[in-house]
């Protein structure tokens, strides 16, 4: 499979199959994922990935924290407040999600749960977290970047479905204690993986692109 056609195929993923991913294919996609550009060849990226029981343990926890009703505190700035067309765009996207699992605009309960998920990593077998140095701020945040897209689209190709979570950077305090993590390092972000449910309603939402002429000015 071609690099466009796994881009044009890729989708965010919310349901998986109870199946775990062969260890050797792991460790092989991440081997590769060692492979992206970073700013100066820094290679920020520390990555955890948490599976069967223990993935159990840590939803749990980062559930009864979500529950509490605590207020987000993220290692990073996550408190981006969309305007104008990128507004539209976040809104078109959450149509197109909780369209597609049937929940209307009004039915806040049933957006809440839907919402939860997100820290029940969509029942998925693994999970990570992109973690790095807080000092590194956005030059680090660019090359974390760099590097999840290599790594969803590695796992594209083995055909490992995967969905990257803003969600799993908002509480970081019970993953940084589950994994041990030192003070001076953050969580980013996360993303949720393994095998599609094909079969799921919430894993047929498709979101649009805009045209390249809107993005893209070729000058010369």
């Given at each position: 499979m071609s690099l466009s056609d796994v881009l044009k195929?890729?989708?965010s993923v919310r349901a998986f199959l109870d199946k775990q991913v062969p260890e050797e294919i792991l460790r092989q996609i991440f081997t590769d994922a060692q492979l992206s550009p970073s700013n100066c060849n820094v290679q920020p990226w520390q990555?955890?990935?948490v599976s069967g029981s223990q993935k159990d343990t840590?939803?749990?926890?980062?559930?009864?924290?979500?529950?509490?009703?605590?207020?987000?505190?993220?290692?990073?700035?996550?408190?981006?407040?969309?305007?104008?067309?990128?507004r539209d765009r976040q809104f078109e996207s959450a149509n197109a999600l909780y369209s597609s699992m049937g929940i209307e605009r009004s039915d806040k309960q049933a957006r809440m749960s839907a919402m939860l998920k997100n820290w029940t990593f969509f029942d998925a077998p693994h999970v990570l977290f992109f973690t790095m140095e807080k000092y590194l701020d956005i030059m680090g945040a660019v090359d974390?970047?760099?590097?999840?897209?290599?790594l969803s689209l590695l796992m594209s190709e083995r055909g490992i479905?995967?969905?990257?979570?803003?969600?799993?950077?908002q509480f970081p305090d019970p993953v940084r204690e589950f994994l041990n993590l030192p003070q001076e390092r953050g969580i980013l972000f996360g993303m949720s993986f393994g095998y599609a449910d094909e079969k799921a309603a919430v894993n047929t939402t498709r979101t649009s692109r805009e045209p390249v002429e809107s993005s893209v000015v070729f000058v010369g």
């Open positions: 195929n890729r989708i990555i955890y990935v840590l939803k749990d926890k980062l559930v009864k924290t979500v529950m509490s009703g605590n207020e987000p505190n993220p290692d990073f700035n996550w408190k981006i407040s969309y305007k104008g067309m990128h974390m970047g760099i590097y999840a897209q290599t479905a995967s969905c990257l979570q803003g969600a799993l950077g």
